[in-house]
């Protein structure tokens, strides 16, 4: 398999719907990629609006399978959440924060699904220390948070990472191919520069 230039981060909130299906998806085809989500916890869809099962970030996806399991499985089931979770089990062992697991400055393209999430990874790039002087491109492909959009967008990223890999630098082409899958695909992107 041939090597890829370049390492993703896939970051969406707290639930680890479209990180995760982007984070899968990308991983098959062979790409150097991570997942993250930028919430407090993790909160997965529960009984009702007012009751979501929230999980502290290391929690084994297993472990996340197994307490839903017990708790009302037939629910659990028809809203996509054990399938959802079985998926991240054959990704990786637990969610991971960004704040907390991303620092090490080794990205070079960071993946958003939603525009507050996309403030939240600048912001917090912002605020560190510049010490590598290493530019890392962060893009906002907006992805309703539901099953079937998640496999969509994470689809459309799959696009976009190939296409930024087809360059020997994406600083030089990034404005080209967001015009291109822009028109292409129909959808508005935010992007932007910062540094490790």
């Keep these: 398999m041939k090597r890829m230039k370049f390492r993703y981060a896939m970051v969406c909130s707290s639930n680890q719907n479209r990180s995760m299906e982007a984070h899968s998806i990308l991983k098959r085809q062979g790409f150097d990629v991570s997942s993250y989500g930028t919430g407090s916890h993790v909160k997965l869809p529960g009984p009702s609006l007012r009751e979501p099962n929230v999980y502290d970030f290391g929690t084994p996806y297993k472990h996340m399978l197994e307490d839903l399991r017990r708790k009302d499985p037939e629910l659990y089931k028809r809203n996509g959440i054990l399938p959802m979770l079985k998926r991240n089990c054959t990704v990786k062992l637990a969610p991971q924060r960004w704040q907390e697991n991303a620092a090490d400055g080794s990205f070079d393209v960071v993946f958003t ?3 507050k999430v996309f403030d939240m990874v600048i912001e917090d790039l912002n605020n560190r220390d510049h010490v590598l002087m290493k530019t890392v491109l962060i ?3 907006e992805v309703k948070d539901n099953h079937e959009e998640a496999a969509i967008g994470a689809r459309l990223a799959l696009d976009l990472c190939q ?11 990034i ?4 015009a291109a899958f822009e028109k292409q695909h129909r959808r508005k992107l935010l992007y932007s520069i910062s540094f490790y």
Excluded at 163 to 170: G, P, Q, V
Excluded at 175 to 178: A, C, E, Q, T, Y
Aim: glycine fraction near 0%; aromatic fraction near 10%.
């Design 113 to 115: 699904f939603e525009e």
């Design 139 to 141: 893009i906002n492909l």
């Design 163 to 173: 296409e930024i890999e087809a360059t020997d630098s994406w600083e030089d082409t």
């Design 175 to 178: 404005d080209d191919i967001v």
